[in-house]
């Protein structure tokens, strides 16, 4: 396995010129400017400069945090239409692949290069509060230089079909045919809510 440490350490002028609106509009997109999201631009970007254009791309994300936001915001990958996986792995690494021939750019932090800056260390191992805007803006200031990146070729990957609908016989709302007769929640399944009155508006 080939790791590639990136020539530039800091971002270039012409690189924050590119990536500052992403960062205005993360404000609004991901609710604040968090520093996993600083550091998802950063990533995209530079796997997207490697990768070189393509027309159609799937990504898949090690973790939920931060990093598909910055995806979505950057490419036309979505959770929605089905062009980005989320992996539950807690890796904060992307990767950025040719839809047809699977030939990709994986991205991810480098821990060796991370123990240089403890602040930024302490917030990636979760290991105690951190002043967030502060930390936005030192990934901000060490760019590059705390990521490596390996070209990958992905494994073929079948997207499964929605299953048909059916019409859950308590609720009478849809649900997956593959169920039973009862939607989740009514059959006990799973539930995220507590219904305050009986009227339904």
């Excluded at 990146?149 to 990957?157: D, F, I």
Aim: aromatic share 8%; charged share 25%; proline share 3%.
């Amino acid at each position: 396995m080939t790791h590639h440490e990136v020539s530039a350490n800091l971002l270039s002028d012409t690189i924050m010129k590119r990536l500052d609106p992403y960062f205005e509009q993360g404000i609004e997109f991901h609710g604040y400017l968090s520093p996993g999201f600083v550091l998802g631009v950063i990533m995209v970007d530079l796997a997207k400069e490697i990768l070189g254009p393509h027309d159609l791309i799937d990504a898949v994300v090690e973790t939920k945090a931060c990093l598909p936001d910055a995806i979505q915001l950057m490419t036309s990958c979505s959770y929605g239409n089905g062009w980005m996986r989320v992996k539950d792995w807690d890796k904060f690494a992307l990767t950025l692949y040719d839809k047809h021939k699977l030939d990709g750019v994986r991205v991810f932090v480098n821990l060796e290069e991370v123990k240089k800056h403890p602040s930024i260390e302490r917030w990636l191992m979760r290991e105690g509060h951190t002043r967030k805007e502060e930390l936005a803006n030192e990934v901000m200031r060490v760019g590059r230089s705390i990521l490596s990146w390996q070209r990958v070729r992905a494994a073929p990957y079948q997207r499964i079909e929605n299953a048909p609908l059916a019409v859950c016989s308590s609720c009478g709302e849809t649900h997956s045919s593959v169920d039973s007769d009862l939607c989740i929640r009514c059959s006990g399944g799973e539930d995220y809510y507590e219904v305050m009155d009986g009227a339904v508006e």
